[in-house]
């Protein structure tokens, strides 16, 4: 069990992280060596944490290899299984960046 402590270090990780660099969800998750999942729920709060600070979450969309399509309207972090428009699932991975 996490320490209310260690979730606050490994958001400031997060967030240092991103400050200097654009990163996908599998970058974040092998440099502070948690789940891709808990990543996801850190972004949620980065994103409204950084919010406070005049800053902003910049997200490069999911995309699709195939037909171009933009998964723009994508809240949530998690990987889309598939393209609703070609219905493939070569997707390019959303990446992050704080500025
Ligand atoms: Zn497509």
Redesign the pocket.
């Known amino acids: 069990m996490e320490t209310s402590d260690s979730r606050q270090t490994i958001r400031q990780q997060i967030i240092d992280l991103l400050g200097s660099d654009t990163l996908t969800v599998r970058d974040l998750s092998q440099a502070v060596s948690i789940p891709e999942k808990e990543v996801m729920e850190h972004l949620g709060h980065i994103e409204r944490s950084v919010r406070n600070q005049g800053k902003k979450l910049m997200k490069t969309p999911y995309k699709?290899?195939?037909?171009?399509?933009v998964f723009d309207n994508r809240i949530r972090f998690s990987k889309p299984g598939?393209?609703?428009?070609?219905?493939?699932s070569?997707?390019q991975t959303a990446r992050y960046h704080i500025e």
């Open positions: 699709c290899l195939l037909c171009g399509f598939r393209c609703p428009s070609c219905k493939k070569h997707i």
